[in-house]
């Protein structure tokens, strides 16, 4: 490793992700730093998932480190996002000791989802077809969200 190169190791260091307060080195998301004979350092991080809310802190902070390393005289950085592999080896490295949690949801856990309704009564003019359309720009979480049932009466498409 050249020397430029290691003083943008060291400079990416300094590096803190905003949410878990560790260096950026330290949980594996520089996956790569090049320097040219010309100083130009390009450095690659790679981020847990696509929409993290602190890439841009992230993103901004590395330019600035690289940028500050003694004989760099260019700083690209280079944003990407963790395989599902390396993932995992970064929630391993966060979590350390403590390893990982058992499944929240599973059979054997002690937690039940249940669904509490409420909702207000439909009176329908059975001398003539009702008119469904009301049905379908409610919310589908307020009528059901499959068969689109309403104090059991079922929509036309579901008829038959």
């Known amino acids: 490793?050249?020397?430029?190169?290691g003083a943008v190791w060291a400079e990416l260091a300094r590096v803190r992700d905003?949410?878990?307060?560790?260096?950026?080195?330290d949980l594996g998301m520089v996956?790569?730093?090049?320097?040219?004979?010309?100083?130009?350092?390009?450095?690659?991080?790679?981020?847990?998932?696509?929409?993290?809310?602190?890439?841009?802190?992230?993103?901004?902070?590395?330019?600035?480190?690289v940028a500050a390393a003694a004989g760099v005289?260019?700083?690209n950085v280079v944003i990407g996002v963790m395989?599902?592999?390396?993932?995992?080896?970064f929630i391993e490295r966060v979590r350390?000791?403590?390893?990982?949690?058992?499944?929240?949801f599973g059979p054997d856990s002690l937690t039940r989802v249940i669904t509490v309704t409420s909702g207000k009564g439909v009176s329908v003019n059975l001398r003539?077809?009702?008119?469904?359309?009301?049905?379908?720009?409610?919310?589908?979480w307020q009528w059901?969200?499959?068969t689109r049932t309403c104090s059991g009466f079922r929509s036309p498409a579901s008829w038959g």
Do not use: F, H, Y
């Open 83 to 89: 395989s599902p592999s390396e993932r995992q080896a």
């Open 96 to 104: 350390g000791e403590r390893g990982s949690r058992p499944q929240q």
């Open 128 to 140: 003539s077809p009702p008119d469904w359309r009301w049905l379908s720009q409610r919310p589908a």
């Open 31 to 65: 996956q790569s730093v090049e320097v040219d004979d010309a100083g130009r350092a390009t450095v690659s991080v790679l981020l847990t998932i696509a929409g993290c809310p602190a890439a841009r802190k992230i993103e901004a902070e590395a330019r600035q480190a």
């Open 18 to 25: 905003p949410e878990i307060l560790r260096p950026i080195t």
């Open 1 to 5: 490793m050249s020397d430029i190169a």
């Open 144 to 146: 059901g969200s499959s």
């Open 73 to 75: 005289t260019e700083a």
